[in-house]
């Protein structure tokens, strides 16, 4: 591997599979078996929180929603958990599944972010860490 070698890295695994079953990236949550709630990200210990049965399993999540809200960040926040360019944009996106996920958009303008206007998801470049390497995120782009 050459010193120049640049990985791609996951900000965490376990949100979203590329399998080839699917024709693109598809986020994974959690739906409970007795009460039929749907959870994002989904829940490692199988426990529904809204019932209090342990009757989770994983659902592959529908790769477009709409928007429920959005902000775009003009500076570099502090705290620590985000590192990514600026400004961008942040917000939720409601699932057919029932789900509301919290995501970060990405837009050639953030004029396009619309409530209401549906939005698809896309696997992104978060940032780059401390060796150079990617760190990839999903996010959802506005559908114009
Ligand atoms: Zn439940």
């Known amino acids: 591997m050459g010193v120049n ?3 791609t890295i996951r900000l965490k695994e376990g949100f ?6 699917y024709a693109e990236p598809r986020l ?18 199988g426990w529904c929180i809204h019932c209090q ?15 429920i809200s959005f902000s775009v960040v003009m500076q570099q926040p502090g705290g ?13 996106v409601d699932l057919p599944e029932g789900v509301r996920v919290i995501t970060i958009f ?10 209401g ?3 698809k ?6 940032c780059d860490d401390q060796d150079g390497n990617e760190i990839m995120t999903f996010k959802f782009s506005p559908l114009v």
């Open 28 to 45: 994974i949550g959690s739906k409970c078996n007795n009460c039929g709630e749907i959870f994002f990200p989904k829940k490692e210990k």
């Open 121 to 126: 998801l896309v696997i992104d470049k978060l």
């Open 5 to 7: 070698q640049k990985k």
């Open 80 to 92: 620590g958990f985000y590192f990514g360019p600026v400004p961008y944009a942040y917000g939720q």
């Open 53 to 67: 049965q342990k009757a989770l399993e994983d659902i592959i999540l529908s790769s477009e929603g709409k928007i």
């Open 16 to 21: 979203w599979t590329t399998d080839s079953e």
């Open 106 to 115: 990405t837009a050639k303008d953030y004029n396009d972010l619309k409530v």
């Open 117 to 119: 206007r549906k939005a």
